[in-house]
Every structure is written in structure tokens, then in C-alpha cells.
């Protein structure tokens, strides 16, 4: 009998670099792990053997686990649920480490959500080869493409990419004091100042994993925000895949995230996450130094 230890052990010295690009592929921790976990059973069922390059292997393997979960219905139906802080936006970032480091933070964050709009190709072929510096071979063979094939994919996620308009740091600084009176305005159950704040016909859908909730109108929203004023007055500001949001913590415990979609200074949209296994499975208290 093979001893699997070698294989084991090279795999577990793989897998940080197999989570990195599984993370920036799904914009997901929890979906990242599983996929890597993935990877190491297949690797477990395979013949070392007939591998020539057990690296290479690993990264093609792990990027079709992130293609078929790409393409996978609840993917395409769902915006990134993916909570990172939403610092202060600085005044200015010249000179200052730390600020510099936030600066960083926030590209990274800007970088999900402009790659949400790539198709799934697209995606494999720029995180793989422009993000990570994988060659076009490897592209092609995780893509089961050309490499000119895998090039042009690249290249078209690269125009893509330039040609968006980088507007999320703006955006955050607008949104922010709009998100603080959203929170002010429903733990005082000013309805007036709700209604000033939606749009008319602002829509809010809500999982709350036994149920669902779907409100249209900015009376009906104004209404749900006056008594939920508990969880707002214990929220706090984060990102939820770029878009701007709040988590809310009673006790301890993360009880739900919201996503706010602004346009024109209004609230076009609120998306309501208070599922306790997808909560779990996001590591939002792990975010917010609860855990």
C-alpha cells in the first residue's frame, strides 16, 4: 500500500496558496474552504503516479471546483455576501502607514465587486494568470481551453476591468452619512425622516432561512425599519461584498447583515441576511472581533 503521508503533507503546505485563490475567485471564505476541501478529495482519490506536476494539478483542480460554483445557480442569482470593515475613508492617505494600509484594504474590496461582473471565464483567466501569475498553459487546462483562448479571456477581463469606472471609495464616503442616518432615523422611529431617506419604490428582501420577506414601496420599509429600531441601535457600519451595510449584535451574537444600493443619495434597495447557518458559514463575528 502507498504511503498518502508525503501526498497529505504536500497538499497541506499547498493549501494557503489553493485558499488564496479560491478566496479571490468566490469572494468567500466559507465557499473558498470547501472548494480547497474539494480539491483534496479528489487529490485523495487520484494516483499520484499519473500526475506530472502535482502544483499545477492542484491549481487547475481547485479553479474547475470555483468554475462549477460560479456557474452554479445560486451564484448567479446572489450578489456577494463577503463582510469586510468599513473603516473611516481618510482625508488623505500620503505618508500614513496605516492609512495606507486601509487604502489597500479598500482596493481589494473594490477589486470583488468590479470582478462580479466578469463571467465566470473571465474571472478564472484574470485571477489565475494577472492576480496570481499563473501561465497561460495552466489557464487553458483549468478552463479546458486554449491557451489563446485563455489569453483572450484574460484580455477581455483586463479591458473590462480598466474600463470600469472606479467609484467605490466615493461612493462608500456618500453613502456613509446616509447608512448612520438610516440607523439614527429607525432607532428613533422617525418615519418622516425614512421616507426622505428610500426612494418610492425601493424594494427589501429578506432570508431569514425558515422564511422569506419581500417589501416594495418606502411606506412598507419605513414601517419594518420602526420596528426593528432594537437591531438598529445595535448595528454597525461593514461592507458586505463592497456594497455598503450594516451587521446587528444582540448579545454577543451576530443576528443579521443588510446591504444597502443607493442611487441619486436614496436607498433603491436593502437586502436582509438573518439566515443563522449562512451567518455562521460568512464568519461575521470573526469580523467584527467577536469571535
Known amino acids: 500500500m502507498t504511503d498518502a503521508r508525503p501526498l497529505a503533507e504536500h497538499f497541506e503546505a499547498a493549501r494557503?496558496?489553493?485558499?488564496a485563490i479560491a478566496g479571490r475567485l468566490l469572494s468567500s471564505h466559507a465557499d473558498a474552504e470547501d472548494a480547497v476541501q474539494e480539491t483534496w478529495l479528489r487529490l485523495s482519490r487520484t494516483d499520484p503516479a499519473g500526475i506530472d506536476n502535482i502544483d499545477a494539478w492542484l491549481t487547475t483542480v481547485v479553479s474547475r471546483v470555483c468554475l462549477d460554483q460560479l456557474r452554479s445557480p445560486r451564484r448567479t442569482r446572489e450578489r456577494s455576501w463577503e463582510v469586510t470593515p468599513w473603516m473611516d475613508e481618510p482625508v488623505s492617505a500620503l505618508g500614513d502607514p496605516a492609512a495606507e494600509a486601509e487604502r489597500g484594504d479598500r482596493i481589494a474590496t473594490a477589486l470583488l465587486v468590479v470582478l462580479d461582473a466578469l463571467s465566470p471565464a473571465e474571472r478564472i483567466a484574470f485571477v489565475l494568470h494577472d492576480v496570481f501569475g499563473r501561465p497561460f498553459e495552466e489557464v487553458?487546462?483549468?478552463?479546458?481551453?486554449?491557451?489563446?483562448?485563455?489569453?483572450?479571456?484574460?484580455?477581455?477581463?483586463?479591458?473590462?476591468?480598466?474600463?470600469?469606472?472606479?467609484?467605490?471609495?466615493?461612493?462608500?464616503?456618500?453613502?456613509?452619512?446616509?447608512?448612520?442616518?438610516?440607523?439614527?432615523?429607525?432607532?428613533?422611529?422617525?418615519?418622516?425622516?425614512?421616507?426622505?431617506?428610500?426612494?418610492?419604490?425601493?424594494?427589501?428582501?429578506?432570508?431569514?432561512?425558515?422564511?422569506?420577506?419581500?417589501?416594495?414601496?418606502?411606506?412598507?420599509?419605513?414601517?419594518?425599519?420602526?420596528?426593528?429600531?432594537?437591531?438598529?441601535?445595535?448595528?454597525?457600519?461593514?461592507?458586505?461584498?463592497?456594497?455598503?451595510?450594516?451587521?446587528?449584535?444582540?448579545?454577543?451574537?451576530?443576528?443579521?447583515?443588510?446591504?444597502?444600493?443607493?442611487?441619486?443619495?436614496?436607498?433603491?434597495?436593502?437586502?436582509?441576511l438573518a439566515d443563522p447557518a449562512r451567518l455562521a458559514d460568512l464568519g461575521v463575528a470573526r469580523v467584527l472581533g467577536l469571535a
Open 16 to 19: 494557503p496558496r489553493l485558499t
Open 140 to 272: 487553458a487546462e483549468a478552463l479546458d481551453r486554449s491557451p489563446q483562448a485563455a489569453r483572450q479571456l484574460a484580455s477581455r477581463a483586463r479591458r473590462r476591468l480598466h474600463g470600469s469606472p472606479d467609484a467605490a471609495q466615493p461612493d462608500r464616503r456618500r453613502a456613509r452619512p446616509l447608512v448612520d442616518a438610516w440607523l439614527a432615523a429607525a432607532q428613533q422611529g422617525d418615519v418622516r425622516r425614512l421616507l426622505s431617506l428610500l426612494d418610492d419604490g425601493a424594494v427589501l428582501d429578506a432570508d431569514y432561512g425558515t422564511s422569506e420577506q419581500h417589501l416594495v414601496g418606502a411606506e412598507e420599509i419605513a414601517a419594518q425599519a420602526v420596528l426593528s429600531a432594537r437591531l438598529a441601535a445595535h448595528s454597525t457600519p461593514v461592507l458586505l461584498g463592497g456594497r455598503p451595510g450594516v451587521a446587528a449584535v444582540l448579545s454577543g451574537r451576530v443576528v443579521s447583515v443588510m446591504a444597502f444600493e443607493i442611487e441619486d443619495d436614496h436607498i433603491v434597495r436593502l437586502d436582509v
